[in-house]
């Protein structure tokens, strides 16, 4: 059974006040919260059995080594990943998508290819294709988005062409809340030869995903939005794939011997894990995962919907609500505008009344220009908001019209 309250008493940070007012946090899509599970196994690693992975022979290196490779075991299962090996531990999204750009750009594009992202990505999703493009010669396209929010997938069949070497797509849109159908992406992409990565930045805390099944080449995400800690993320890719790339940063851990005249390389995963990881990020990281997986993604979906479904009505109650992404299937992110109100003016007002909420271009410059606005607010829900603080931003965003006459 779902418990919100049982969960919300998990973190600590929810009970806050902020100018004298319950802390009312709808800003998950930047990142979420902790719970204290994830905190108190963090502290447990760094008080009692800090020391560096992968090289001691003591045992808190060891301790530390195993807890690493558990993680990465439980990150495997999330992700449904058929090998430990396919699992590389990360900074984060943008690292993963770095990491592939890099390589993967290293070892199979070259002048004239085409790589293809969808134009509601996040700025992670767009710059690094941009940079490999320059340094190869190859070709950035872009998949538009209707006005609703969807992918313009009838577009598909004419983008994707034998020069196409890879396609990046977001599984859920941190602005517009569409969940892509990447299935079918990745299936028609496979169809000319292309390799799929997807971004699951703002997918793995809402949906359940199995990479085996989504048959996607590289799936990336961060820790910090999975209620895990800053710092840690995940690249997955298919072995095969893996081992046909090469390293993209040099140093320890990541080789097997090291000559003056010739240096050979580790094995996957180790071979992208150059330098010391942030280990205790990796353990909370698995931590976070337990926690997730006690309460059942298919839980906090069902949950989410319906949260974002009442609170889509709230909200349509407010005079001059215009939403950006009303795509059939949405995740429980939720861009709007008020008649002309500035978004930044509109973020101000609703932090006062303890209500936090993300305004701006929100990293997605492309999705901004496609509505030709300056920025949006974005309200974004977590596993641990409630009905109550729908009503409370229902109500702000009803001072808030009121102070500037709209009605
Ligand atoms: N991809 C998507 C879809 C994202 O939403 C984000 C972060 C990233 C990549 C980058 O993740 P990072 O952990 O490497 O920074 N999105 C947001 C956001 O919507 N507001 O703040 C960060």
Request: aromatic content about 10%; proline content about 3%; glycine content about 10%.
């Amino acid at each position: 059974m779902f418990d919100v309250e049982k969960i919300r008493k998990d973190f600590p940070i929810l009970e806050e006040t902020v100018y004298g007012k319950p802390l009312v946090y709808l800003d998950n899509g930047a990142t979420s919260q902790r719970p204290r599970q994830v905190v108190e196994k963090m502290n447990e690693y760094y008080f009692r059995y800090n020391a560096n992975v992968h090289r001691g022979v003591h045992y808190l290196s060891n301790r530390c080594t195993d807890a690493n490779e558990e993680a990465r075991e439980t990150v495997r299962q999330f992700i449904g990943a058929a090998s430990e090996r396919e699992v590389i531990f990360t900074r984060g999204t943008t690292e993963s998508i770095n990491l592939v750009a890099y390589s993967f750009g290293e070892a199979f594009i070259g002048a004239g290819d085409e790589i293809v992202v969808t134009e509601m990505e996040h700025h992670a999703n767009i710059v690094p294709w941009q940079m490999l493009c320059k340094r190869k010669g190859a070709v950035l396209k872009v998949i538009p988005f209707h006005d609703n929010g969807e992918l313009a997938t009838e577009q598909l069949d004419e983008l994707l062409t034998e020069r196409v070497k890879l396609v990046g797509v977001a599984y859920v849109s941190n602005v517009l809340g569409t969940v892509n159908p990447v299935r079918d992406i990745i299936r028609r992409a496979h169809a000319v030869g292309a390799k799929v990565l997807v971004d699951g930045a703002q997918a793995v805390q809402h949906l359940p995903i199995d990479v085996q099944e989504l048959d996607c080449d590289f799936f990336v995400f961060s820790g910090h939005k999975l209620y895990g800690p800053t710092g840690v993320g995940v690249l997955y890719g298919k072995e095969a794939l893996l081992e046909q790339m090469p390293p993209w940063q040099g140093g320890g851990e990541m080789i097997k011997t090291v000559r003056f005249e010739k240096t050979t390389y580790n094995e996957l995963p180790f071979k992208f894990e150059a330098g010391t990881p942030d280990f205790i990020g990796v353990v909370g990281l698995g931590e976070a995962i337990r926690y997730v997986d006690s309460i059942g993604l298919e839980n906090i979906a069902a949950y989410e919907h319906d949260l974002l479904h009442y609170a889509m009505e709230r909200m349509r109650e407010v005079p001059g609500m215009r939403f950006f992404g009303e795509a059939g299937d949405k995740s429980s992110v939720i861009s709007f505008a008020l008649g002309d109100i500035h978004h930044s003016d509109t973020g101000v007002l609703l932090d006062k009344l303890g209500i936090a909420v993300r305004t701006g271009q929100l990293c997605a410059e492309p999705t901004m220009q496609h509505y030709g606005v300056t920025g949006m607010v974005r309200a974004s829900l977590g596993m641990y908001n409630t009905r109550n603080e729908i009503d409370a931003l229902h109500d702000g965003l009803m001072k808030v019209t009121e102070m500037f006459g709209i009605r």
